[in-house]
């Protein structure tokens, strides 16, 4: 059985993910936490090791999959999947987070 590497639900880049943990990918170039390579303009996230526009690069760090977060949020108490919240919930969510200073490296 092969394993799906698309996810249901779009990524609106919040950088919820790479706020709060280092992909593989940083880790394996010497990165710790916080990842140097994010970086936020306004609500979105970037990947300074993507180069955009190019496939390869895209292809490798999963750009385009869809929001692959696992991760139970509770609101109001009804549990919601991260993924599937909406995207400005998930842009809130992290802009708090960013707020605390939490995730981000200090420059
Ligand atoms: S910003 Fe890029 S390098 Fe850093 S954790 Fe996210 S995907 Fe990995
Ligand atoms: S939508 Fe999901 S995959 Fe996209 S940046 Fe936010 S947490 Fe990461």
């Given amino acids: 059985m092969s394993m799906t590497s698309e996810y249901p639900n779009p990524c609106c880049r919040c950088g919820f993910c790479c706020i709060s943990a280092i992909c593989p990918v940083a880790k394996s170039?010497?990165?710790?936490?916080?990842?140097?390579?994010l970086s936020?303009?306004?609500d979105i996230s970037t990947c300074g090791l993507v180069i955009?526009?190019?496939?390869k690069s895209m292809e490798f760090m999963g750009i385009g999959k869809g929001c692959c977060?696992?991760?139970r949020a509770f609101k109001n108490g009804i549990e919601n999947d991260f993924a599937s919240l909406p995207s400005e919930i998930k842009q809130k969510l992290v802009q708090?987070?960013?707020?605390?200073?939490?995730?981000?490296?200090?420059r």
Avoid at 98 to 106: A, H, M, T
């Fill in 40 to 42: 936020f303009e306004g």
């Fill in 52 to 55: 955009p526009g190019t496939e």
């Fill in 69 to 71: 977060i696992k991760a």
């Fill in 96 to 106: 708090s987070l960013r707020k605390q200073g939490i995730g981000l490296e200090r």
């Fill in 29 to 37: 170039l010497g990165a710790e936490y916080p990842c140097p390579y």
